[in-house]
T-cell receptor, first 119, second 124 residues
Framework: DTEVTQTPKHLVMGMTNKKSLKCEQH?????MYWYKQKAKKPPELMFV???????INESVPSRFSPECPNSSLLNLHLHALQPEDSALYLC??????????????????FGEGSRLTVL | AQKVTQAQTEISVVEKEDVTLDCVYE???????LFWYKQPPSGELVFLIR??????QNEISGRYSWNFQKSTSSFNFTITASQVVDSAVYFC?????????????????????FGKGTKLTVNP
């Protein structure tokens, strides 16, 4: 069983809805990630949180709003999405890198994903 | 910029055949990590192996083996005596260090750059 838990597994929403995706890990990891994966494509990074602070935003539209309430939880708030936003959203966690650029090479542990359909 | 190339889009083999998945990478970093992940139809990405740039030893884990050759910037993955359960999409990935965009005092994070994946189908 994966140690990164994502809910819901499936979500269907209209373009005017507001919904949230949730992710939880209890491995003590201090880096958490949101990836988006379209069919037959590799995962694409959206956001990285390191020590509960936003570290990287890969120019993601503001209709996606991440939140990291504590070191174990990561949310992705969705509002006014478009049909092209339909995809598998993957959460991951890893040991965080250290200041000064020391690359730890910690592997990412992924959840099973939330499959989002926007009508 | 970092780049990972998996030239094989799809491979189909018959059970018990050996199969090699190719991965070629580009990076200017002297320290980097390479990964292989497996993605079965269920969707979860399963970590298989990590290799750092200073360790060129090949590794074997059961039916899986990896050949890392820095001279050719390749990190190939071989499955021996393939099984139907090996059917999945396999991604090769390269780690990239990124400074925090929002707080210079925070340090940074590692980002994985994925290849496009190779879909492996093992037929009975």
């Amino acid at each position: 069983d994966t140690e990164v838990t994502q809910t819901p597994k499936h979500l269907v929403m209209g373009m005017t809805n507001k919904k949230s995706l949730k992710c939880e890990q209890h491995m003590g990891h201090r880096a958490m990630y949101w990836y988006k994966q379209k069919a037959k494509k590799p995962p694409e990074l959206m956001f990285v949180y390191s020590y509960e602070k936003l570290s990287i935003n890969e120019s993601v539209p503001s209709r996606f709003s991440p939140e990291c309430p504590n070191s174990s939880l990561l949310n992705l708030h969705l509002h006014a999405l478009q049909p092209e936003d339909s995809a598998l959203y993957l959460c991951a966690s890893s040991q965080s890198g250290y200041r000064g650029g020391l690359l730890t090479g910690g592997e990412l542990f992924f959840g099973e994903g939330s499959r989002l359909t926007v009508l | 910029a970092q780049k990972v190339t998996q030239a094989q889009t799809e491979i189909s083999v018959v059970e018990k055949e050996d199969v090699t998945l190719d991965c070629v990478y580009e990076t200017r970093d002297t320290t980097y990590y390479l990964f292989w992940y497996k993605q079965p139809p269920s969707g979860e990405l399963v970590f298989l192996i990590r290799r750092n740039s200073f360790d060129e030893q090949n590794e074997i884990s059961g039916r899986y083996s990896w050949n890392f050759q820095k001279s050719t910037s390749s990190f190939n993955f071989t499955i021996t005596a393939s099984q139907v359960v090996d059917s999945a999409v396999y991604f090769c990935a390269l780690s990239e260090w990124r400074e925090s965009e929002h707080d210079r005092n925070q340090g940074g994070s590692e980002k994985l750059v994925f290849g496009k994946g190779t879909k492996l189908t093992v037929n009975p």
